[in-house]
């Protein structure tokens, strides 16, 4: 069965904090990891990652794929109060158009 | 574009009766996700579609639950009879086989079975 671990589960920081949140799976024919904000409704997404060592960039975001380690990071810098909400990971399988979600990370910015 | 539409927003409803949740996909994608969201289990996919054909439904926890998508722009979960446990957010998700995995959510309905 396919793992999707986030870790940590929950964090606190102040506004201007960096934030690296992480990322591991075990999947079989893994195809890509995608990253998610879902604030009190949707999630909305943020980055797709299909190839190690790339990093994706988006504003104050930032997210890198290890195949090797089997992992990624999601990086925000310089939080702001609107960054608080949950961050999910998801892995996609070669074989099928199926996401496995991990539990999500809570980030909580503090003004 | 209006994204992935779902309706209703909320329901709230008794033990027992029927429960239809429906989902219009963003024009043109051709998967269909239907997902539940609770605090104890996160996000769980229950089914979805390719091209409106069933493809996996292993996630569909129960024979009271089923899905449909009798065309490419329309699809309902519906949960007869429903439960108190049922009690979730149900997210549909739309995305465009074969080119990416990215899945766009809509905005969920939340679900209240007393």
């Known amino acids: 069965e396919d793992k999707v671990v986030q870790s940590p589960l929950s964090l606190v920081v102040h506004e201007g904090d960096t934030v690296t949140l992480n990322c591991s799976y075990e999947v079989t024919n893994f195809r890509s990891l995608l990253w998610y904000k879902q604030e009190k409704k949707a999630p909305t997404f943020l980055f797709m990652l299909?190839?190690?060592?790339i990093e994706k960039k988006s504003g104050r975001l930032s997210s890198i794929l290890d195949k090797k380690e089997l992992s990624s990071i999601l990086n925000i810098t310089a939080t702001q109060t609107g960054d608080s909400a949950i961050y999910l990971c998801a892995v996609g399988r070669s074989n099928d158009y199926k996401l496995s979600f991990g539990a999500g990370t809570t980030v909580t910015v503090r003004a | 574009d209006a994204g992935v539409i779902q309706s209703p927003r909320h329901e709230v409803t008794e033990m027992g009766q029927e429960v239809t949740l429906r989902c219009k996909p963003i024009?043109?994608?051709?998967?269909l996700f239907w997902y539940r969201q609770t605090m104890m289990r996160g996000l769980e996919l229950l089914i979805y579609f390719n091209n409106n054909v069933p493809i996996d439904d292993s996630g569909m926890p129960e024979d009271r639950f089923s899905a449909k998508m009798p065309n490419a722009s329309f699809s309902t979960l519906k949960i007869q009879p429903s439960e108190p446990r049922d009690s979730a957010v149900y997210f549909c998700?739309?995305?465009?086989?074969?080119?990416?995995?990215?899945?766009?959510f809509g905005p969920g309905t939340r679900l209240t079975v007393l």
């Open positions: 024009s043109g994608h051709n998967s």
């Open positions: 998700a739309s995305s465009l086989m074969g080119s990416t995995d990215t899945q766009y």
């Open positions: 299909t190839s190690s060592g």
